[in-house]
């Protein structure tokens, strides 16, 4: 979220997305790609860090920015009945 607190924002929407919306978009595809099966098995026994799947939906699920960010409704499947807090 420190993005949209630097200097030089424009609040306008570039091709069609908000500020807030571009940087979800940024964190997604960040950690987009296609992983067969297999692979998502075999990283799941032998990498201790989560499928980018869960890297992105995971902590996004969690936010109410990004909830407010795409003006998602209460039972849509991004936004998570029993959100997480650790801070």
């Known amino acids: 979220m420190a993005y949209l607190a630097g200097p030089g924002l ?3 929407p570039v091709d069609g997305f908000t500020p807030e919306q ?7 595809q960040a950690w987009c790609e296609n992983a067969r099966p297999e692979a998502e098995r075999m990283k799941a026994v032998t ?5 980018n799947r869960y890297r992105v939906n995971g902590p996004l699920s969690n936010m109410p920015e990004f909830q407010r960010a795409f003006s998602c409704k209460a039972d849509a499947p991004m936004v998570r009945q029993n959100v997480c807090r650790v801070w």
Do not use: M
């Open 22 to 28: 571009r940087v979800f978009l940024g964190w997604s």
């Open 47 to 51: 990498n201790p860090h989560a499928s």
């Open 10 to 12: 424009t609040a306008q």
